[in-house]
């Protein structure tokens, strides 16, 4: 049923007369005589009584006006709902992002959202690269925040946000530690450490280094447990500075620079292109720009 016309009726209830139901709704008089007649004519019975004072309730109108009021005020609170949820009040942001968006992007920009809008619900997922992908282009995810993949889906928007380049390192008692100058071939006589078959580090490091039948590797879902098996000193493993700058700073490993820019990657912001922005939307955006400009 039309709420226009439950709320005619409720209104009538309390006020017992026509014109302050017209003047509340902005309708005329005789509209509402008309939506009262209409809820009359639908169910077949009789709502009010009309005298001196004004409407009175029959008992059926009686039974009417117990549950037609629940509905206005269900209604009201649901309109009230969409405009907080519009308004980013209310609601969820799902965030997914591969391992080093996740390390750099993600710690600062949730704590603006829930600084912000405080009954936000926020969920983070840290997955691979392509699996952020598809779950964004599933709607499965709000935004995601991946290292490139250079296989783009046509469903989604890609911005960069910034770029990372990687840096192969090791333990300080490695063999590597004493050379100046270290070639791909010399990479390739040691047991490389990948983060996972699937990720596109692997992907990218594989195709850098030309020639994946040689290469003796080891391929974990970890970076922790890496930068672990670095320490004792066999191994290597191409990653991010920033993922290691703790390892750095306390001497644990060391890094080189390989000086090679096609080693260096975009950090990608992605959404569904299909996607239609709302009040916490803009915020997100915002919020990246202002980390991508830090």
Request: with cysteine.
């Amino acid at each position: 049923m039309n709420n226009v016309k439950l709320q005619a009726f409720c209104l009538l209830v309390e006020h017992k007369k026509l014109a302050p139901v017209a003047e509340k709704l902005h309708i005329t008089k005789p509209t509402v005589s008309f939506h009262i007649r209409s809820i009359e004519e639908e169910y077949g019975i009789q709502l009010f009584r009309t005298n001196a004072g004004g409407y009175r309730l029959t008992a059926a109108g009686e039974g009417l006006y117990h549950y037609a009021r629940q509905i206005v005020q269900l209604h009201k609170e649901m309109g009230l709902f969409i405009e907080d949820l519009l308004a980013g009040n209310v609601g969820s942001i799902r965030l997914g992002a591969s391992g080093l968006p996740a390390h750099i992007f993600m710690p600062e920009l949730i704590h603006k959202i829930s600084t912000a809008y405080p009954a936000i619900q926020i969920s983070l997922i840290v997955k691979t690269a392509p699996e952020i992908e598809e779950l964004v282009a599933l709607h499965e995810l709000d935004f995601g925040f991946i290292m490139e993949t250079k296989q783009e889906n046509p469903l989604l928007v890609y911005e960069t946000i910034g770029e990372d380049t990687f840096v192969l390192a090791f333990s300080p008692q490695h063999e590597l530690a004493s050379k100046q100058t270290i070639t791909k071939a010399d990479i390739l006589q040691y047991k490389i450490l990948l983060h996972t078959s699937s990720s596109s580090t692997n992907h990218f490091i594989e195709q850098w280094l030309g020639t994946q039948s040689s290469m003796n590797k080891i391929e974990l879902d970890s970076i922790s447990t890496i930068k672990k098996m670095l320490t004792f000193g066999t191994t290597v493993a191409f990653l991010s500075a920033s993922l290691i700058g703790d390892e750095l700073a306390t001497g644990s490993l060391i890094k080189k620079d390989l000086a090679d820019r096609s080693l260096t990657r975009k950090i990608q912001f992605i959404y569904s292109n299909s996607r239609l922005d709302s009040t916490i939307d803009h915020f997100v955006k915002l919020a990246i720009h202002e980390l991508q400009i830090q």
